[in-house]
């Protein structure tokens, strides 16, 4: 809970954090996703079908080669060599003790076993012309000399068909980031423009003017739409305020007129009772609670004027100084009287732009507040300084202070803290009158405690969302 009279909004997130580009995150990486499977596939059964095609020539070649008769054979293997003009068939015999006896492979591959089976050869095999180190498909038989008859193919059409679909998959993935990046970019534009404006037509909403309303555009889209709703519960919200409002005044307005005829009469009859008269005192004593029932109607219609936010016209440049100087003068008698040391503390201030009465009114209050709860030899005390983001005026005591728990609801009219007593706790109205004035000026009003005990009232003269306005 915030000890401030009015809340900074909370920052907007980034532009990456909109929910286009989070739309357009997850289509790309469903499409990624999906486009990486797909690819996969298709290169997997290519794979598939040209290694069964290699097969099935390796294997006719084999058997055809095993029936040519022993004395021909090697010829016929240097012919066949001689027509592999790609250089992707190679050929090999071998004794009954793998010695080389013909052919371009200079000895059997070590994971080839003569059984006439295809099997897969990653590193290729040893070729009389050097090593050459990819993939192919080989297969050894064993002739009825005893030899042995080793084929090998290289699987590079097919290699070279997933370094071709791959590269394809990059270029299109290229296609989708860069096109994606950009539109995302674009997209996110205007939404996020519109929400800036619609935070900016909330900030003095939240200050209390209900009379702004959200901004609209000709696109009637689901942002408009969502404008239009708040538009119209801040016309119910405002009508109903407006409402409750005029009937408290009306009423504070109203009974204030008997009352104070009640007062006069009082007051007429006080003046015609001798001093011996038994009902004086009775008298003396209902006069006091007609003053403090007048004085609650007077402070219920002051508050009504503040919280009017259009009151602005006698906004002039103050010095705060010697607004806390006058201050200072004024409640000095009752602090000396309390036996209580009041200090003022000020440095140079930068003028204000304020109503000079409603600012001395505030924080007269406050200091009036500190005195009152104050107990005999404490100390109050006024404090100006001055930051980058402007004036703060510190109200600083060694009372009882007010208990976290309780700082929001103190700003509330007519409530007093349990901790500072009901015997002095007043009307409840003070704070209350604080916290409007600094609203009606856009300040930020922090309730803490003082480091040495006791609370400390702090009046920040810049709005709540500048550097350097906190929460205790």
Not at 34 to 46: E, F, G, H, K
Not at 128 to 143: C, P
Request: overall charge neutral.
């Amino acid at each position: 809970m915030s000890e401030r009279a009015a809340q900074a909004p909370e920052p907007l997130p980034g532009r990456w954090r909109s929910s286009a580009i989070r739309l357009l995150v997850i289509y790309g990486a469903f499409f990624l996703a999906w486009s990486i499977v797909l690819v996969a596939t298709i290169n997997w059964q290519t794979t598939q079908y040209l290694d069964r095609v290699v097969g099935e020539i390796l294997e006719q070649r084999v058997h055809y080669l095993a029936a040519v008769e022993r004395e021909r054979l090697p010829a016929m293997l240097a012919a066949t060599d001689q027509l592999d003009l790609r250089g992707v068939m190679y050929y090999g015999l071998f004794d009954a003790h793998g010695a080389y006896v013909a052919g371009n492979i200079e000895r059997p591959p070590e994971r080839l076993v003569a059984d006439g089976e295809i099997r897969v050869l990653p590193m290729g095999v040893q070729a009389t012309s050097g090593q050459r180190n990819a993939r192919a498909l080989g297969v050894a038989l064993r002739l009825e000399s005893g030899e042995e008859l080793v084929l090998a193919r290289y699987t590079s059409v097919a290699d070279r068909i997933g370094a071709m679909m791959r590269s394809a998959f990059g270029w299109a993935l290229s296609l989708l980031l860069i096109p994606g990046v950009i539109g995302g970019f674009l997209l996110s534009r205007g939404p996020l423009r519109r929400v800036r404006g619609i935070e900016a037509a909330i900030a003095p909403i939240m200050r209390g003017n209900l009379g702004v309303r959200l901004p609209l555009s000709a696109r009637g889209d689901e942002v408009d739409m969502l404008a239009s709703i708040v538009n119209r519960m801040l016309d119910e919200v405002e009508r109903l305020l407006g409402e409750v409002k005029g009937v408290t005044d009306n009423i504070a307005h109203d009974l204030r007129t008997p009352l104070t005829r009640l007062r006069a009469q009082l007051h007429r009859l006080q003046q015609r009772s001798g001093t011996e008269d038994a009902r004086a005192e009775l008298v003396e004593r209902c006069i006091v609670d007609a003053d403090a029932l007048l004085d609650r109607f007077r402070a219920l219609l002051r508050l009504s004027e503040l919280e009017d936010l259009s009151r602005h016209s006698g906004f002039d440049r103050v010095d705060a100084g010697e607004t806390l100087k006058r201050v200072h003068e004024l409640y000095a008698p009752l602090a000396e009287e309390k036996r209580i040391a009041f200090a003022l503390e000020t440095a140079a201030l930068p003028p204000l732009d304020a109503d000079a009465s409603l600012l001395f009114e505030a924080v007269s209050n406050l200091v009036d507040n500190a005195i009152k709860f104050t107990p005999a030899a404490g100390r109050v005390t006024l404090r100006a300084s001055a930051g980058a983001a402007g004036a703060r005026i510190d109200v600083l005591d060694s009372g009882p202070g007010i208990p976290r728990a309780e700082r929001e609801a103190v700003l509330k009219r007519f409530y007093r803290s349990r901790a500072q007593g009901d015997e002095r706790a007043g009307y409840g109205l003070g704070l209350s009158v604080v916290a409007a004035i600094a609203k009606l000026h856009g300040y930020c009003f922090e309730i803490a405690d003082n480091e040495g005990g006791g609370a400390r009232m702090t009046l920040y003269c810049w709005p709540c969302g500048q550097a350097g306005a906190r929460t205790s």
